[in-house]
């Protein structure tokens, strides 16, 4: 078997490699979904309605999809090995911050800062499980790091609510620092420079249109709840979303070298394809917020029973 190489010409152990991003990739989707069974006790803690609890799941997915066509640059830019332990060590100060988050606002940031790690780490992990294999094995690898992606947002839930059944919500924190921390440790040894750089530019403009027009549809959505359909908040929010997004997708249609490249969807079955798992990923989304806050407050059930 011939021993793999980075783009130096060094060999490197590539199982190394592969289970040092298998077991970060694990641990930072974990946190997508295991705040969501927390979600009554923390509205207890710090005194805030469901509206604003949802912000720690819906904050997390707004930062995090901001982040992934950026980390697209960032790839292309960055040596892959400081760019993945960038991501990585961000990934643990936001989690560190929401271990001892005294109030609301400072849990929301670490979350936030969370979002920035994960946003960065994810596209690395699958752009480099892309890269180190074959062709003739790249099929099983991806299916790896699908299986990865898709069990530990499963998992999350449930393990969240055996943990608070038996310590504090602070608790979900405290598991996942020394796990982050182990990663950061090996990626330090296993990590390589297995993908080419160059100097490519980024579309400032584009990424201001992306965070403001996304931001503000997902704002005046989340805002329905407590202000109504027919709030200035919400329509403004929405109106000022939907115009962004539409200046957005104009400009990525006429850049040579886009941010997000929208052409793909082009094709009828890839467009299909993106459309039912958008929907797939909203029903489980909604699901996975609503669920345990009526099991847990109105059926009075536990924590682990929501999960």
Not at 89 to 101: E, N, Q
Not at 144 to 167: C, D, K, Q, R
Not at 234 to 260: E, N, T
């Amino acid at each position: 078997m011939t021993q793999p190489t980075d783009v130096n010409g060094k060999p490197y152990n590539r199982n190394l490699l592969v289970v040092t991003m298998l077991i970060g990739t694990f641990t930072t989707f974990l946190t997508q979904t295991i705040l969501t069974t927390a979600f009554p006790t923390l509205m207890k803690t710090f005194h805030i309605n469901a509206s604003a609890v949802q912000w720690l799941t819906t904050g997390f997915m707004l930062v995090m999809g901001i982040m992934i066509p950026v980390s697209a640059w960032l790839l292309s830019k960055f040596n892959v090995k400081y760019l993945y332990m960038t991501a990585i060590s961000i990934f643990f100060v936001g989690t560190l911050i929401s271990r001892f988050a005294v109030s609301f606002p400072m849990l929301l940031t670490g979350r936030l800062i969370q979002a920035m790690g994960v946003g960065m780490s994810a596209p690395t992990f699958q752009t480099v499980m892309y890269s180190v294999f074959p062709p003739n094995k790249r099929g099983s690898a991806m299916g790896l790091a699908g299986i990865v992606i898709g069990l530990a947002p499963a998992v999350g839930p449930t393990l969240s609510g055996w943990i608070l059944l038996n310590h504090s919500w602070r608790s979900l924190f405290s598991v996942i620092l020394p796990i982050a921390a182990l990663v950061l440790i090996l990626s330090s040894y296993s990590m390589r420079k297995v993908l080419t750089t160059t100097n490519p530019k980024i579309d400032v403009l584009s990424v201001v249109e992306s965070t403001i027009g996304f931001g503000s549809l997902l704002y005046g959505f989340s805002s329905v709840g407590d202000a109504g359909w027919g709030s200035p908040i919400v329509i403004g929010s929405l109106v000022l979303g939907i115009v962004v997004v539409a200046a957005f997708v104009y400009r990525q249609l006429h850049l040579d070298k886009p941010l997000l490249e929208l052409r793909v969807f082009t094709s009828k079955t890839y467009t299909l394809s993106v459309i039912l798992t958008a929907v797939a990923f909203m029903s489980m989304v909604g699901v996975e917020m609503v669920l345990p806050m009526y099991i847990q407050t109105i059926r009075g059930q536990s924590a682990f029973h929501s999960g």
